[in-house]
């Protein structure tokens, strides 16, 4: 599951929440900069309006691998992200540790192995994030182990096996809203 970023503050009164169960439920979650605050919030952390929004490229430095850092660089090392907030963490919440911070952030990134929840204050899905794109690899292949072995192709076959097999012999009636002006489809059975 992955939380995604948006403008509110966590602390507002009509600020979007999800139920905090969902964080107990065992499946790895990824939350990216609202996304992450509201992880902390939710369980326990202190989220803060930051002395000084941060917007732009910023300098990651990692403070361990971690997860979602795999490959990516070792302790020390610096990536460059794309930032963009006026509130950040100022607590931690427990079970957490920070993997990586930057000038203004001092928990850019955040994890608890153990419950499989991750947190970026930076925003991994913009070109402006080096590699950041190896960052969500890294959390769908890794933590969530999910298969990258789909492909538009592989989903034909099947779906065309699956279909000759229950339909066999049988007659088909396909209805379609649009007309043929709109329909690029072209079934082909044969018994």
Not at 60 to 73: I, P, Q, S, V
Not at 124 to 139: C, Q, S
Not at 150 to 174: A, G, N
Request: hydrophobic fraction near 35%; charged fraction near 25%.
């Amino acid at each position: 599951m992955i939380f995604s970023g948006g403008p509110a503050s966590v602390y507002e009164s009509k600020a979007p929440h999800c139920n905090p169960d969902l964080l107990r439920m065992g499946i790895p979650i990824l939350g990216i900069c609202y996304g992450m605050q509201l992880i902390g919030h939710l369980l326990g952390g202190k989220v803060i309006h930051a002395e000084r929004r941060e917007y732009g490229k910023a300098k990651l430095t990692l403070d361990k691998e971690g997860e979602l850092f795999k490959g990516l660089g070792k302790k020390g090392n610096q990536l460059v992200v794309w930032m963009s907030h006026g509130d950040q963490l100022k607590a931690l919440p427990p079970g957490f540790c920070t993997t990586a911070h930057s000038k203004n952030t001092p928990y850019a990134a955040i994890e608890d192995a153990e419950r499989k929840i991750y947190g970026l204050q930076f925003h991994p899905e913009v070109v402006h994030t080096f590699r950041g794109i190896d960052l969500i690899k890294n959390f769908l292949f890794h933590v969530c182990k999910c298969s990258n072995r789909w492909t538009m192709r592989s989903f034909l076959d099947q779906t065309t096996d699956d279909l000759r097999r229950r339909i066999d012999s049988e007659k088909v009636i396909c209805a379609l809203s649009g007309g043929i002006d709109s329909t690029l489809l072209h079934f082909s059975f044969t018994a």
